[in-house]
């Protein structure tokens, strides 16, 4: 059974310490019976600088790169001008935030949000009588 809404992309929120202007990193999701995986791209990102915070239904996906130029030269084009990737998620209730597993390798964050129990799929026992 798959739900479509257990994890929502949302616009981020502009705050004096963090700016509207981000990169969106492309998140790829998975769901099966017992939860959802997220697969996010953010190339450049070092794991001092991600960051995962979750606020009551609110995942948000934070990762700084270093945008430098070599000493000397000056960029007469660029395609990559903001240093900030930032995704922001609405999670559904039937997905507990409290047990979320993180791993980070080359370059893509995957995110593990179980269901909570009473919303994971069970097998009804039926007994004869």
Do not use: C, W
Not at 19 to 36: H, Y
Not at 57 to 74: A, K
Not at 84 to 103: C, H, N, Q
Request: charged share 25%.
């Amino acid at each position: 059974m798959s739900n479509v809404n257990a994890v929502r992309s949302q616009a981020p929120a502009e705050t004096p310490a963090r700016p509207a202007e981000a990169l969106l990193p492309p998140v790829d999701v998975v769901e099966d019976a017992a939860g959802i995986t997220l697969f996010a791209d953010l190339p450049g990102v070092s794991r001092e600088k991600l960051g995962v915070h979750i606020e009551g239904d609110t995942l948000t996906i934070e990762g700084e790169i270093s945008l430098s130029s070599p000493e000397g030269l000056e960029s007469t084009h660029t395609e990559v001008g903001l240093a900030v990737y930032r995704r922001v998620f609405t999670l559904s209730k039937e997905l507990d935030p409290e047990r979320i597993a993180a791993e980070f390798n080359q370059g893509v964050l995957k995110l593990r949000i179980p269901k909570v129990e009473h919303a994971q799929p069970r097998r009804i026992e039926i007994r004869v009588a």
